[in-house]
């Protein structure tokens, strides 16, 4: 998430490298810290990369707040060389890294990147266990972000009329753009995901199968025996008995 109140900068940092060639998407921008703040919850960004003067809300009560929600989020820093003792107070916040905006050049953002890629954490749903008939990068961006959001946000009451509130977009146009784009619709890309971490968890045989249920997102024990079967040709008991 990039967040500075000056657009020409977010522009010049979007268009500074080839973002995902260094393994990176920019899922969303704010232009202050009050919606950058509600941004955070909905998108889950792995990196915050904030400006520290901007109106309505800070750059430095902004990593307050975020650091108070999670402690070990990744966030990157802007500073103007005249601001230096801003960037010294955000350091002290625990921010992993802060950037000069006059002098910054494309290699100096570049490995700042990709030093800061070695401690993000990786999605403990394994994308080697979930696939989409197609490839996510041949999606339209909103469709892209929507998988995204659904990858970090699986375990929740997520739905298709949660999706569309949102996104702020109409639902019966979400369902129909998301299964010609993905080859699934949102109910079957939801479920998927469920059964392959609870597959995973099932792996775990001191993880009772109550907590697995829970921690993925099912609401009734009996769906959760029923889609599980229907998906794996076996039950939770059976598969984790194949599995230890």
């Keep these: 998430m990039l967040v500075d ?3 020409p900068s977010r522009e010049l940092l979007r268009l500074m490298i080839d973002w995902e060639d260094a393994g990176f998407s920019i899922v969303c921008e704010a232009n202050n810290g009050k919606d950058a703040l509600s941004k955070y919850f909905i998108y889950k960004p792995d990196l915050v990369i904030t400006d520290i003067q901007m109106p309505i809300m800070d750059g430095l009560m902004l990593i307050q707040h975020i650091k108070r ?7 990157i820093v802007l500073s103007c060389h005249e601001l230096f003792d801003y960037a010294r107070s955000a350091i002290k916040l625990g921010v992993s890294d802060y950037l000069i905006k006059d002098t910054l ?13 070695k401690t993000l954490p ?3 749903v394994s994308v080697g266990a979930f696939r989409l008939p197609v490839q ?3 999606c339209s961006p909103r469709i892209r972000k929507i998988v995204e959001y659904i990858l970090q946000n699986y375990e929740t009451d997520i739905n298709l009329s949660t999706l569309a509130e949102t996104f702020d977009v109409h639902k019966t146009y979400l369902a129909r753009v998301f299964k010609n784009e993905t080859g699934m619709s949102i109910y079957e890309t939801v479920l ?11 792996s775990n045989p001191d993880m009772a199968v109550t907590s697995i249920i829970e921690k993925v997102g099912f609401r009734s024990p009996q769906s959760f025996y029923t889609l599980f079967k229907k998906h794996t040709g076996l039950s939770p008991s059976e ?3 194949k599995m230890t």
Excluded: F, G
Aim: charged share 40%; proline share 2%; hydrophobic share 35%.
């Design 122 to 124: 990786v999605n403990d």
């Design 192 to 202: 998927k995901l469920r059964i392959e971490k609870a597959k995973q968890l099932l």
């Design 69 to 75: 929600a999670n402690a070990d989020q990744i966030i």
């Design 105 to 117: 050049t494309p290699d100096e953002l570049l490995d700042t990147l990709l030093r800061v890629k």
């Design 239 to 241: 598969y984790r008995d």
């Design 136 to 138: 996510i990068s041949d």
């Design 5 to 7: 109140d000056e657009r």
